[in-house]
């Protein structure tokens, strides 16, 4: 009995040890949060969250969602290998009437930190008249 157990710590041992050595995919963001500014209402606004695969394993995002239908996303939907880089891609159709606004993008992912908010903001403003 004694020899199995400490076979079974060796061996649980041993996998622990290995599963330690291998770094996981993770995001390395050059920005987190974008300020539109002032944006008017009725007229899109795109902005690029760049990012690095900062881990060891491939970098798989299996979802995107933004806090309301004003918010969409897009992203790379290949595999990103250690170093590679990709973007998300945030558009936002303001539209009511003019306000301050802060929306997020919730990102889903293999990461180490498996899920992700990247925040947009700005103030929507009436268009000017003519």
Do not use: R, W
Request: net charge positive.
């Amino acid at each position: 009995m004694k020899k199995i157990l400490v076979l079974f710590a060796f061996v649980m041992g041993f996998g622990l040890a290995s599963q330690a050595q291998t770094k996981p995919a993770e995001f390395k963001f050059e920005s987190e949060t974008h300020d539109f500014g002032k944006v008017v209402l009725n007229k899109p606004v795109s902005f690029d969250f760049k990012y690095t695969n900062t881990g060891e394993e491939p970098l798989i995002i299996t979802k995107a969602e933004g806090s309301c239908g004003c918010t969409v996303p897009k992203y790379t939907t290949t595999p990103l290998k250690k170093g590679e880089s990709g973007t998300i891609s945030v558009t936002f159709n303001p539209a009511g009437s003019p306000m301050p606004f802060t929306k997020t993008v919730t990102i889903t992912s293999n990461a180490k930190t498996p899920v992700k908010v990247l925040y947009i903001k700005g103030e929507t403003v009436a268009a000017a008249s003519k």
